[in-house]
């Protein structure tokens, strides 16, 4: 018998710079198994990464469930890094960093997410 097939990874992607979010979106939906979700608000009930925003990121609640598996675009400022550490985020990435360098920021939080049971 062969493999069953997995359910589709969830990627939300709540970012305001609309050619960066698009530059990115088509990179991660050239994988069969991600389902890209572009958002205004991104929902943490949701699961999967969430790829946010500063502006995004001040819309979720000061804890962010499983923070392990957010991915924050963010200016290399003390208080948008401060946010993000009393928030719980470790994958940060800069405004002017590449889609690739943010691709490769992506994978490794799905790499901590929990898959579900199959």
Do not use: C
Request: hydrophobic fraction near 50%.
């Amino acid at each position: 018998m062969g493999a069953r097939p997995s359910a589709m990874e969830i990627i939300q992607l709540a970012i305001t710079d609309s050619s960066f979010a698009a530059a990115l979106r088509d990179q991660l939906v050239r994988n069969a198994g991600w389902k890209v979700l572009t958002v205004d608000v991104p929902d943490p009930g949701q699961d999967g990464v969430m790829v946010l925003d500063a502006r995004s990121l001040e819309l979720l609640p000061s804890r962010i469930p499983k923070p392990e598996r957010v991915v924050l675009i963010t200016p290399n400022d003390p208080q948008h890094l401060a946010r993000a550490w009393d928030a719980g985020v470790v994958s940060v990435i800069f405004e002017h960093d590449s889609v690739s360098t943010a691709m490769l920021a992506i994978m490794a939080a799905r790499l901590k997410v929990p898959k579900p049971a199959g």
